[in-house]
């Protein structure tokens, strides 16, 4: 009979190898070249890319990246390798990290897995929220390591984990740690990463899925719908996104007399530039320049305990 051994690969987005105008012209190349991201046909796209976008937006997110770098690397990558580290001490399953763009590759992650004798994949991309986006990446991805293959593992790939109540519970207790050093704010504002309307329109689930993660937050936190907020960020181009827009919003809620906010991005399994430069800094910035006073950024889930034990349960489910 053959031998099932089960081996965890989680997934992230990626994230330039430095925070230099190279390198991340080499990783935006990467992923804006991603259909799954930009599906604008390829005959217009890439001279718009090659002659436009690469040139000119990787010098200046460089500079945002290096306002974020830590001594350890790119936030998204030091969480993302805690993350594994803290999940492997929890499991006797083999546990390896890939990304869809950049490094580690997902390639890597996979071989680095079969390489233990792996037989059978638990994959889990840390996106909470299904997109075509992102986890249709990671299945693209997957499908592109074994399309010239002779081999192929048993491959289970985990959509999403919007409601997992574990993931609610983790979010709910970071909100209340929140609450109680800073005060109870005029408004949560909970910011997704947003995806073109259009993607919505044509099947994407996502934003149902942000909004049942929203209404189970609000329902574990007892709050209202004036209380606690949604707001989609980071739009790209300019067709539109989802809305309503994070720092639009940011930016009309002083007048309505919301002087106090809090703000989390549960859409982001760890803290990147999207978190900690766009909202930390970008939005901070907007809210006082508007009239805020105070603005505070509750943290990524990352490494927290209850966030690795809800990723034990998720894979747990697949043995
Ligand atoms: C161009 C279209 C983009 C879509 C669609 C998109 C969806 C999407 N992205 C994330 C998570 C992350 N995105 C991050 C950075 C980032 N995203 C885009 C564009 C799209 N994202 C760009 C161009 C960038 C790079 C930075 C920039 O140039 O502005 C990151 C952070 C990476 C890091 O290194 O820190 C994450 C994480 C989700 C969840 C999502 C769809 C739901
Ligand atoms: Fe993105
Ligand atoms: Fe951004």
């Not at 869809?100 to 889990?124: A, F, H, K, M, W």
């Not at 709050?223 to 707001?231: A, C, P």
């Not at 989390?264 to 430069?277: I, R």
Request: net charge negative; charged share 25%.
């Amino acid at each position: 009979m053959r031998q099932d051994k089960p081996g965890v690969l989680l997934v992230n987005l990626g994230t330039p190898d430095a925070p230099t105008p190279a390198a991340v012209k080499r990783y935006l190349k990467q992923f804006l070249s991603d259909k799954r991201v930009v599906d604008v046909p390829r005959i217009i796209w890439w001279p718009v890319l090659r002659g436009a976008i690469l040139p000119l937006r990787s010098p200046r997110v460089a500079k945002l990246y290096a306002s974020v770098w830590m001594d350890e690397g790119s936030p998204l990558l030091v969480y993302s390798k805690r993350q594994r580290d803290a999940l492997a001490k929890l499991t006797d399953m083999p546990v390896a990290l890939g990304m869809s763009y950049g490094n580690p590759s997902l390639l890597s992650g996979v071989d680095e897995l079969l390489e233990q004798g792996v037989t059978r994949l638990i994959v889990l991309p840390l996106y909470p929220q299904f997109s075509s986006s992102t986890v249709s990446a990671v299945w693209d991805g997957l499908h592109d390591i074994f399309r010239s293959r002779r081999t192929l593992p048993d491959i289970q790939l985990i959509r999403d984990y919007a409601t997992h109540p574990g993931y609610i519970a983790a979010l709910k207790d970071s909100v209340e740690r929140s609450f109680a050093q800073h005060g109870k704010p005029d408004v949560l504002l909970l910011s997704y990463h947003g995806i073109p309307q259009r993607f919505a329109n044509q099947g994407d689930d996502y934003p149902l899925r942000c909004e049942h993660t929203t209404a189970c937050l609000r329902e574990a936190l007892g709050m209202n719908e004036d209380e606690l907020i949604m707001t989609f960020q980071s739009r790209f181009g300019r067709e539109p996104w989802l809305m309503p827009y994070t720092d639009e919003t940011v930016k009309s809620l002083p007048e309505k007399g919301i002087r106090h906010i809090q703000v989390m991005s549960p859409g982001f399994s760890a803290d990147c530039l999207e978190t900690l430069e766009e909202i930390n800094e970008q939005n901070r910035e907007f809210f006082l320049h508007a009239g805020g006073e105070k603005f505070e950024y509750i943290p990524a889930l990352n490494d927290d305990e209850l966030h690795i034990r809800m990723m034990l349960q998720l894979v747990n489910s697949e043995r």
